[in-house]
């Protein structure tokens, strides 16, 4: 199934790194001054983390793919759609884990690259 941000093609092995571990629950407790244990829950709709991973020996990008992320990283407040296997979100950079994207050549002055891809849907 097809994998997309934006208007790149991603490719097929890309990974998500935590799509099986997002639940969409959370909740906070409290202590009453009685001592009572008190559970607000709740769900979450948005802010789903979304990691991206081009492993080695797994996945990996091109220099004219890691160009393409870079570029709309440093789109402050944008969002994109995330097409993923039938699914679409709307998502943006997680520029506040930095580097919201960050990439490293498999070899020096190679045009393949692995590297991990920081969003959260909005």
């Known amino acids: 199934m097809a994998k997309q941000l934006g208007t790149l093609v991603l490719p097929d092995s890309l990974e998500w790194a935590e799509e099986h571990a997002t639940h969409g ?3 906070s407790t ?3 001054l009685g001592g009572a244990h008190v559970v607000f829950p709740r769900s979450l709709s948005k802010g789903r983390d979304i990691t991206l991973e081009a492993r080695d020996r797994v996945c ?3 220099q004219a793919d ?3 992320i870079l570029a709309m990283a440093t789109q402050a407040g944008s969002t994109f759609a995330l097409i ?3 699914q679409t979100f709307t998502v ?3 520029h506040e884990e930095s580097p919201a994207a960050a990439f490293e050549p ?3 002055h190679g045009d393949q690259y692995i590297g991990r891809i920081k ?3 909005v």
């Open 30 to 32: 409290a202590r009453t």
């Open 119 to 121: 969003l959260v849907s």
């Open 92 to 94: 943006m950079f997680r």
């Open 84 to 86: 993923w296997e039938g």
């Open 66 to 68: 890691v160009d393409a």
């Open 60 to 62: 990996w990008l091109t």
């Open 25 to 27: 629950v959370a909740q």
């Open 106 to 108: 498999l070899f020096p």
